[in-house]
Nanobody, 126 residues
């Protein structure tokens, strides 16, 4: 079965950086678009970033554009989220998601993704 396992979360001061990783198994990773979403306490899950199946296209939420970078390594079945200049409002549980797709079109909605990881906590302190 498909498994997505996030890692790399933790506690960081505002202005700092973290790199999240998502390890995928049970799927032909290179045929899947990947996404990152986050959910803060009391808020709905929101889109953060996504990347197409071969990594040629990336998409970002306005709130993270210019600070976060999504990338993938199809040889390692991993997708990454490099987060720089972190702010307190970036505090959330971050989820990795996958959907079978060989299109380069944007995927920004949670309903577009079929598989989800368990999440990793990111806490940004002031």
């Amino acid at each position: 079965q498909v498994q997505l396992v996030e890692s790399g979360g933790g506690l960081v001061q505002a202005g700092g950086s973290l790199r999240l990783s998502c390890a995928a198994s049970g799927l032909t990773f290179s045929s899947y678009a990947m996404g990152w979403f986050r959910q803060a306490p009391g808020k709905e899950r929101e889109f953060v970033a996504s990347i197409s199946w071969i990594g040629g296209s990336t998409y970002y939420a306005d709130s993270v554009a210019g600070r976060f970078t999504v990338s993938r390594d199809n040889a390692k079945n991993r997708v990454y989220l490099q987060m720089n200049s972190l702010k307190r409002e970036d505090t959330a549980v971050y989820y990795c998601a996958a959907v079978f797709s060989r299109s380069s079109g944007p995927k920004r909605f949670s309903t577009e993704f079929d598989y989800w990881g368990q999440g990793t906590q990111v806490t940004v302190s002031s």
